[in-house]
């Protein structure tokens, strides 16, 4: 179906501000007399504080406020402290410290006294399995989502078992199957089986984290950085320790997420709760890098093993998968369940079983990074797919075209327990890769020499789901016959958030000119809107602007219907007028209508809103009443299955093996997203992730020193994100472009795996082009190029992490 | 030699005694013994001002993120004019002040981001005499003389985008767009040294502009395109 927007590129409201620098991030923001916050963060990688004498750091010329543990609420075990008595990682914020500026507040840092006990520490998830092991928390060193706080050890014989380099397989808290796994690898034509690694790497958003707040006749202001706006304040006002009614919380701009702000997060109630204690003067916490490194979040790394079976038609016939996820000190994210999610999607295995045992390590917190395990089971899982393929003589294309779900998704199935999806065209996208890449033909020159290079392909696919149902949406017809798009979605530089405005406009045939959306701020009477996570904004989104769009839109028929006469369904909408289908003499415009519902009140006005709709969008209406002709719903569409974003990624290298350096020569990234809304935006999306999968699968990577617990890959420079002379000039995309039927206008979101299919075909190709050798380890780094191709031992354990 | 300019030197211990304590507690396996990190950012300011006693009233900095190290500043003519986008700007400026915190503190120029402030990155770049600098490790009292361009300063006082911005634009730059205003100062330097790039001139121009969210093509693609336009 040809839309009048949705397909078409154009220009983002808040471009213009982003190039000429007038954007205001949380860190731009100013106050009068806006005092500086600075906290002090532990030196160990895990202690209990015995005591904090403050008394010289307070009278000290310009302290005005401090902080301690004991002043904020501490969470549950395993959650993430504002402040902490138990740091659990070096940089874990223990005091904080407000003066009237930064330098004064540094000073006072400095003066504080903390008295530590250190107490044992493990930076490695084995390690804490073993039966002596150290725990990262006191009490316990396993949790996770619908994983009780606990203590888990596994016996010496698990351990014997396994061998120095094999993954021990003792009891886990996690553990599911389908088919019958043992009788199908009995039957297997060809079984591979590795152990692999894949390491945590630093999110590093480029904007750090900075944060100010004030309060203001008894309301909390917060100036915040986070990838969602709506979703992020209530739990923003629940640390805060206040009603969401009670905070105005404004985030315009968002320099970087990647799911490190995907909501909101405890150094951002820091300032809040420092100003409160001044009585509600303004007060800024500015971040650094390093503070970025510590409190940013990272993705969570793994140890673990697979086994998969084919037949000899290349057909998955069983996989068995364990992981041991590295949770840093908290709870965390939920990787570990994706990963046998992901696999389960990507490769449609016809049985399967999967253990997981998330654990805690005295490393920062983890949280969810772009496709938070998806991408991490693209990289471990697909090197063994091509190992299969070499074994069976299927060509690499082929034994992924053969598991991947297609056709619309008929027959697909999903995760543990095997439900359906909404729409798969995995078999397509690999099908247009494969004859835009001209695989076939250039795939035989794998392996060709010149001088010290060698050539290599890869090609992989990823998967993350891509939407969710259930919250409302927001529009307004004014006077003025605008139509603004209250927006709650949040600013992560996706331009989703403007994209899926655009769904309201094409039901309304509005004119892109005359809309204007509305967002940055609960000061801007936002519906509920879900977070700008998770690759869902395309498809969540588009629903609740199709749900407000259609209800001003049924609003505007009838109001037509009652000023000239007869039935709703007598009319249309054109070019911003509503006309009578039998008479086009017979016509109100927009702003007439708009006039008209003012006039009339009730439901049209925003007087009266649905009952259904959630308290936040209800103030909004309220907020909005009067002003206009009101279309407000919520998203009660159909969902009745996971909407799975699906990508596949084609690369092209060059590897030097006497430098282990390699180039791309070319890179192709096809999307599985629905309906395309923003060809441009989509191709952005499949280049920058594909680049920022390239960082994962060559250069990030934690590292903590194994005897101190020190962290040292803290700085950009040592974290290593690609730079412009990393990635190729110019990287190619295309998108499969079908329907998703559960999205109104066909759309379902991208974002994550057109990162690991880009991750996960590198390591694919680095591979190819060394004959096949099996690094099984996230990233591949240089010296393990040169080892492979000098056939020298690595350097590293199999299974060692964190401080490779 | 300028004082100012006296290199950080790595074997100095400018923090002195770390203030926690340790105690050691029976039985326990893993005792972490702390030591100062050896490089932070203000060791590194320090360094290069070694020694004074005035205190900035407006200071802001970097610390490494677990215990910041004493202050000290020299005391210098702190009130200097500078000619910030065309425009003459009386400013107190601290001895080890940066060109960003001035920017950004200031003179309120919130455009310049600080992504690092340790040179890895370029968000911070600004121009002074019309090449890209990163403000971030560049003191303010050095670069008083010269004429500094910012984010702000680079579109037409009527508004007119200069055609570097109009082609970021154009080809969709940025994402989050907090790498943007380094990426366009970069962009518009480099485009006055070189007004008829190849791609990877440009490309290595721009390489001291780190951007995370990874819109390098995109950016790319806007310095080709307004290459043809400057
Ligand atoms: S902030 Fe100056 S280079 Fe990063
Ligand atoms: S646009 Fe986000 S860092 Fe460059």
Redesign the interface.
Known sequence: MAYKLIGKDFTPPDLVAKVTGSAKYAGDFRADGMASIKVLGSPMPHAKVKSIDLSKAEAMPGVLATLVPEDVKQPGPAGMAILSSEPAYVGQPIVAIAAENEQLAADALAAIEVELEPLPFCIDPLESLKPDGPNALTGGNVVGRDVEFQEVKWSGKDFALAGEDGLPQGKVPVEWAFGDVDAAFDAAAVVVEETFVHSSNAHHAMEPRSAAAYWENGKCHVWGSTQSTAFAQPGLAKMIGISPAELVFVAEYCGGGFGGKASAYPLMVLPALMSKKMGGRPAMLRVSRAEEYYNGYARAGFQGWGKLGFNKEGRLTAADVFVVQDLGTTTGFWDFNNVGAAISIVFQPESMRFRAIPVLTNTVPKGAQRGPGENQAANMLEPLFDKAARELGIDRVAIRSINAPGEGGKDAKYGAKQGPVTSAYLKEALANGAEQFNWSERSKASGQRNGSKVRGYGVASAYHSAGAAGFDGLVRLSPDGKLHIHTGVGNLGTFSYASTSRVAAEVLGMAWENCIIERGGTTKNLPWNFGQFGSNTSFTMSRTNFAAATDAKNKLLEIAAMELGGAADDYKLENEMVVATADAGKSMSFADCAKKAIDLGGKFSGMEAPEDINPMTAASVAGLAGSGLIGVSKDNMPKTATVPALAAGFIEIDLDLETGKYEILDYLGVADCGVVMHPQGLAAQIRSGAIMGFGLATTERHIYDPEYGRPNAIGLYQAKPKTYLDVPAALQWAAVDLPDEQSPLGSKGIGEPVEGCASAALLCAISDALGGHMFNRTPVVTDMIINAAAGLPQSHKPLQTNCQ | MNEDLMPYDPTVDYTGE????????DG????????PLNLT??RFLQGVVCSGIA?????????????????DARAVERLITLNVNGRKRNVDV?PNETLAHTLRYGL???????????A??G?CAVMADGVSIYSCSTLTHRIKNKSIT???G??DSDGT?HPV?QA??DE??????????GQ?VTAVSFLKENPNPT??EA??A??G??????????Y??GVMKASEKV
């Open positions: 770390p203030a926690i304590k340790e105690i050691t507690p326990s396996k893993h005792i972490p013994p702390w030591k950012r203000r205190v900035s009233s407006t200071a802001i900095l970097f610390t490494s993120g677990t215990r910041p190290a004493r202050a601290a309120n120029l919130i455009g310049t981001k600080v992504g690092c402030n340790r890895e990155c968000a910012t984010i702000e680079i579109a985008l911005q970021f634009i969709l730059g940025p994402q989050c767009g907090f790498c943007t205003p366009v791609v990877d490309r290595m721009m390489s502009n780190l951007c995370r969210c990874g819109a390098y093509d995109h790319l693609k």
